[in-house]
């Protein structure tokens, strides 16, 4: 029988977070079709390529379930810097940027995550859409794609700001013309900055769309005092209850960072099965999450990195410096040492970030008919091998760099860790060049 990819003899991490050696993994027509004991697939298939991977971990590729594409060149800049860091750097670092700009940050940005072993991404908004899905669709990645939109602060650069009427046509317009594209690789949805800066017309208007299009909403919510504050100020009640009043709740919204929850604020969300994305490093500088007691609810919660500006594309470490944080909060006040095992956190680094992207149908998991979205890790390692548990290992120790080959809808994007679908060299190059101009544009030198 035929196929177009077979990888060999790889161990393999199952839908239950089981790690089973010796298998092979069947790939035709973009999915999996078999997956099973490698004596017992070698004689059955004729593959066009074969990927051997013996002492290689197949795995589910991580999934980035919020990030900015577009901050690729404000890397180094907003350590270390007093709130409230996206007034002062990142939007007006934003407004300045060309659409020739938003092709090179998207371009060191898909770099970045398949060297990284992301083979899906959310993106949390940007400008000039066009540019990105362009460098999506070369790419070979995943995406859901949403414009920045904005009506309600007048403190915006005026690029960044738009009338309603405007913004949802904008928006509409957007999804009709590039949804599904990229052989169904690229998801455009819709997207409110936050409340602080979109009328409640407009966010009720929005929600209305997602909905009749049967697509995602995604927003940045209870990230900062100042959202739940103005809340309260203006419509006397927290930011969460306010947006269940606009009919802004659903199981198609994706609501990261999720940090300054009440307890109110979580049984909404629960009510209306809302997907939440943390993202670890970003959110540390601003609290600490919740999470046992929102997984412990029932909910979704899911992996983000929050973009280049704040940590980098890097999946375990965003893990890493999770677990150990939670760790601290909710694990070592109550002897409670286990309240982030090893599981639930790639579970949430891959599946749940699916879940929050609305593709947990088609990728997340390693399983027979979905999608060939896989990454293979070297683990015969000094700082992985030997240890009595691998998974444990991988989760405490795995880097990047360990990360040998990335596949996307069945297409290799890395092999050996040479990408195959983008110009490394030339696109490092053209960053390094660019990124004096922008220190400039923006009063940093």
Not at 19 to 37: A, C, K, L, T, Y
Not at 130 to 135: D, S, T
Not at 152 to 173: C, F, G, I, R, Y
Not at 274 to 288: A, D, E, T
Request: net charge negative; glycine share 6%.
């Amino acid at each position: 029988m035929k196929c177009d990819l077979y990888i060999k003899d790889c161990m393999l991490l199952t839908k239950d977070y089981e790690i089973i050696d010796h298998q092979s993994i069947v790939i035709n027509n973009s999915f999996i079709i078999e997956m099973g004991p490698t004596s017992t697939l070698d004689t059955k298939y004729e593959p066009q390529q074969t990927i051997t991977a013996t002492d290689k971990l197949a795995m589910p590729g991580f999934i980035d379930g919020h990030t900015h594409t577009s901050q690729q060149l404000l890397r180094g800049r907003i350590s270390d810097e007093y709130p409230v860091i996206y007034r002062r750097f990142n939007i007006p670092y934003e407004s300045k940027l060309t659409e020739d700009d938003i092709e090179l940050c998207t371009e060191l940005s898909c770099l970045e995550m398949i060297k990284s072993g992301i083979t899906a991404f959310a993106d949390a908004g940007s400008m000039h859409i066009p540019a990105m899905i362009n460098v999506v669709d070369r790419s070979g990645l995943r995406a859901s794609i949403t414009p920045a939109i904005s009506d309600n602060d007048p403190t915006l650069p005026p690029n960044m700001s738009d009338t309603k009427e405007n913004a949802l046509k904008k928006s509409e317009n957007l999804f009709l013309e590039y949804n599904g594209k990229c052989d169904g690789r690229i998801h455009i949805w819709f997207q409110f900055r936050s409340i602080t800066t979109c009328t409640s017309e407009l966010i009720r208007e929005l929600a209305k769309l997602a909905a009749y299009y049967h697509t995602g909403l995604h927003t940045h919510i209870s990230e900062y005092p100042e959202s739940i504050l103005q809340s309260l100020n203006s419509y006397g009640m927290r930011e969460i209850k306010y947006l269940e009043s606009l009919d802004a709740l659903s199981p198609n919204l994706l609501a990261a960072h999720c940090i300054l929850l009440s307890e109110e604020d979580i049984h909404i969300l629960k009510n209306h099965d809302v997907k939440i994305i943390h993202c670890p490093r970003s959110n540390l500088g601003k609290g600490i999450t919740k999470t046992p007691q929102l997984l412990g609810e029932g909910l979704s919660v899911g992996l983000g990195t929050d973009g280049t500006a704040h940590s980098g594309l890097n999946m375990f470490k965003e893990i890493t410096a999770f677990k150990h944080s939670q760790i601290a909060a909710w694990g070592v006040p109550y002897s409670d040492y286990d309240v982030m095992d090893s599981k639930t956190l790639l579970n949430m680094a891959t599946l749940g970030s699916a879940k929050a992207m609305r593709i947990d149908d088609i990728t997340g998991t390693l399983e027979v008919n979905k999608k060939a979205d896989l990454i293979l890790i070297d683990m015969d390692q000094p700082h992985l091998m030997p240890t009595h548990s691998l998974l444990n290992t991988l989760v405490e120790a795995g880097e990047t760099a360990d990360i040998k080959d990335v596949i996307v809808d069945g297409k290799i994007l890395m092999q050996n860790r040479e990408v195959k679908v983008l110009d490394e060299e030339y696109i490092l190059s053209k960053g390094k060049q660019r990124l004096p101009k922008i220190a400039n544009e923006n009063g940093w030198n």
